[in-house]
C-alpha cells in the first residue's frame, strides 16, 4: 500500500513569492492534516480536513495561508506571499477515521524563503 | 493547553548500550500517547502508542509506559544499534481531539 505522497520534497523561493504544497493521502483516509516543522522543533498543526471540509484550521494564518481539499482525496496548501519566516518542512498525514486513528506522515516538503 | 516535554538532546551513545528518553505530559482528561522517530531523509513513522493507563507500547525493542500517576511515558530500548540513530519526536493526541501535539524532538546517535 503506498503511503502519504507530497509534492515537491524541496522548493527554494524568494520572499513575496507563492508557492503551494500538494498532498496525496493513503487511500481510503478520510481525515487530512497539515502540519509544519520547524527547525530543531517538533510538527504543529495547521489545518485538519475532515473529507473536504477544515474542521480545525485555527492555527493557520489565514492572511497568507490557504488550503484546499476538493473531493475529498489530494490537498493543496498555498502561501502568498511568502515571508523569511515560512521557511520549514510542510509535512502532511492522513488516518482512516475519526477518535484517536494512528496518523501518517508523508516525507514533508522542506521549504527555504531567501 | 496540552503539552510535551521531552529530554533535550542531543544524545549520544555507543552500541548496544540502554536508552531512555524522558517524556512528560500535561494535558486533561486521558489522551493518548505516541513516539513517533524520524530517520534522515525521511518522513515520521509511528514507533509505538499507548492509549490508556498503565499500557505499554512496544516495538523494534523499544518500549514505553503511559504512567498516568507521573505524566509520563519514557522510551526505553535495552540494547540500541547504529541503526537507531534517529530523531525521537514524544506526542500527544487529546482525549476527543485528533490533533497532535509533539516535544521538540531528541536526536540520537548511535556510535560503533
Known amino acids: 500500500e503506498a503511503g502519504v505522497v507530497q509534492s515537491p520534497r524541496y522548493k527554494i523561493i524568494e520572499k513575496k513569492q507563492p508557492v503551494a504544497f500538494w498532498c496525496n493521502p493513503i487511500?481510503?483516509?478520510?481525515?487530512l492534516y497539515w502540519y509544519r516543522q520547524n527547525l530543531g522543533q517538533g510538527p504543529e498543526l495547521l489545518i485538519r480536513y475532515e473529507n473536504e471540509e477544515a474542521v480545525d484550521d485555527s492555527q493557520l494564518p489565514k492572511d497568507r495561508f490557504s488550503a484546499e481539499r476538493l473531493k475529498g482525496v489530494d490537498s493543496t496548501l498555498k502561501i502568498q506571499p511568502a515571508e523569511l519566516g515560512d521557511s520549514a518542512v510542510y509535512l502532511c498525514a492522513s488516518s482512516h477515521g475519526q477518535g484517536k486513528e494512528t496518523q501518517y506522515f508523508g516525507p514533508g516538503t522542506r521549504l527555504l524563503v531567501l | 493547553g496540552n503539552s510535551v516535554t521531552q529530554m533535550e538532546g542531543p544524545v549520544t551513545l555507543s552500541e548496544e548500550a540502554f536508552l531512555t528518553i524522558n517524556c512528560t505530559y500535561t494535558?486533561?482528561?486521558?489522551?493518548?500517547l505516541f513516539w513517533y522517530v524520524q530517520y534522515p531523509g525521511e518522513g515520521l513513522q509511528l514507533l509505538l502508542k499507548?492509549?490508556?493507563?498503565?499500557d505499554k507500547g512496544s516495538n523494534k525493542g523499544f518500549e514505553a509506559t503511559y504512567r498516568k500517576e507521573t505524566t509520563s511515558f519514557h522510551l526505553e530500548k535495552g540494547s540500541v544499534q547504529v541503526s537507531d540513530s534517529a530523531v525521537y519526536f514524544c506526542a500527544l493526541s487529546g482525549q476527543g481531539a485528533q490533533k497532535l501535539v509533539f516535544g521538540q524532538g531528541t536526536r540520537l546517535t548511535i556510535n560503533p
Open positions: 499507548a492509549t490508556k493507563a498503565d
Open positions: 487511500s481510503g483516509h478520510n481525515t
Open positions: 494535558a486533561t482528561g486521558y489522551p493518548s
